[in-house]
């Protein structure tokens, strides 16, 4: 798969940081696709996004979760910075 290093600034000046996986191959334009479609599934919408970018950053092999996520949805992502705490 490849890794694309993806940080969103927010309009409140919140930042965020996560990764958006992909299959092997995929323009960065998808990747900021699919980054905007995922930040709506958190209920994040794209107006709220003052400054955001995907950036291809390297290649890996998919473990078996990211394997399904992408299979079933086109992506998957590891949230890396800026999220609130799993209770």
Aim: hydrophobic share 40%; aromatic share 8%.
């Amino acid at each position: 798969i490849d890794v694309f290093d993806t940080h969103v600034l927010l309009a409140d000046g919140q930042r965020m940081h996560f990764d958006i996986l992909l299959p092997t191959g995929t323009s960065e334009d998808l990747a900021n696709h699919y980054a905007l479609q995922w930040l709506r599934s958190i209920t994040i919408e794209p107006e709220a996004v003052s400054q955001g970018q995907s950036r291809f950053c390297h290649s890996e092999n998919a473990t078996p979760e990211q394997q399904s996520s992408i299979h079933t949805q086109g992506f998957a992502v590891i949230q890396m910075e800026g999220f609130p705490a799993l209770a």
